[in-house]
């Protein structure tokens, strides 16, 4: 036989003793307290320090330090899917099972058929993962609850017998007694036997109680399920909201930056083109000063070649 340890004590045990994903024995299960994980809504066993306002299983817990907040699943709705559209459940059942049906429990489509005999442990009927534990749960009540209640009647026919068995002892000097004590003890058994047959009759009455606080109790889960998926959505809508006020600063500081650094090229491009206007200027000026030069020095030997011819001239006239 194979033995594994408890997560708990740490004691090893067989392995048809531990029970659950946490692997725990008999005794560690009576002791441990007991809560649903806000994620995949299943009951789990409280193994040291947990979150109380967002409490989480195991693997819910490393999900979401690995992954952040989850999304509802596409299935079974619940907010547990860490990595893609479907929680790990629903993703690992419908690898082996195939796509789910409607459950007749939560009407959600999260119904995976896993073959006749997961159906008869659930009286042939079609559901989901939660809708079975709590069905299974509430049989094991109601189990627990009819096991008393025999163990009720069984103990007060003992004490009949036994009394019937003292008296059928005594002497003769009592048997008035004993017959008191005999019509006593038939009318306590008759009226064990009417409250057993007002039990059979209360049977179906009881049956409808059971539906009636299953039913209430689903749909106190899911109010209490759509609240969580509200507050998730609120939560990421402030969020995104919150985004979208830093992406908008964000762009309202990048355009400020790019018109003071548009503004600061035009500027630089406009003492450019001043800059070139005024060299256009001071080159027009100095062609002009050169220009005036240039025709007054062309003046000044004009005059002096006339002059040279004058006076060869007055020469040649004088020498004849």
Not at 103 to 126: I, P, Q, R, S, W
Request: charged share 35%.
């Amino acid at each position: 036989m194979s033995t594994k340890v408890c997560g708990n004590c740490n004691i090893k045990h067989a392995s048809a003793e531990l029970s659950g994903p946490q692997h725990l024995c008999k005794e560690c299960r009576r002791t441990l307290p007991q809560e649903k994980c806000s994620f995949c809504q299943i009951d789990f066993y409280v193994i040291g320090n947990i979150n109380k306002s967002k409490p989480a299983c195991k693997k819910c817990s490393e999900y979401y330090n690995k992954f952040g907040d989850p999304k509802p699943c596409d299935w079974c709705k619940t907010p547990s899917a860490f990595k893609g559209s479907k929680c790990f459940q629903c993703k690992s059942a419908e690898e082996k099972y195939g796509k789910p049906s409607r459950c007749e429990g939560c009407k959600k489509n999260a119904y995976f058929d896993k073959g006749l005999e997961a159906k008869k442990k659930v009286d042939n009927k079609a559901l989901c993962l939660l809708c079975t534990l709590k069905y299974k749960k509430e049989l094991h009540r109601s189990g627990k609850f009819k096991r008393s209640s025999a163990e009720i009647v069984n103990n007060k026919s003992s004490k009949s017998k036994r009394t019937k068995e003292s008296t059928d002892a005594s002497s003769s000097s009592h048997r008035a007694c004993k017959t008191k004590k005999e019509t006593k003890e038939t009318g306590i058994q008759a009226d064990l036997c009417g409250h057993s047959a007002a039990e059979d009759k209360a049977g179906p009455d009881k049956d409808n109680s059971m539906e009636a606080i299953l039913l209430t109790t689903q749909l106190k889960e899911e109010i209490a399920q759509l609240k969580r998926q509200l507050d998730t959505r609120d939560r990421d809508l402030i969020e995104k909201a919150k985004n979208l006020n830093e992406k908008k600063t964000e762009m309202w500081e990048l355009e400020k930056k790019l018109q003071k650094k548009l503004n600061d090229q035009n500027l630089e491009h406009i003492k450019r083109i001043e800059g070139m206007e005024q060299l256009i200027r001071d080159v027009r000026s100095q062609n002009s000063l050169l220009s005036r030069k240039l025709k007054t020095t062309s003046r000044k030997s004009n005059t002096s070649s006339l002059a040279t011819s004058l006076l060869m001239d007055t020469e040649e006239t004088d020498s004849t």
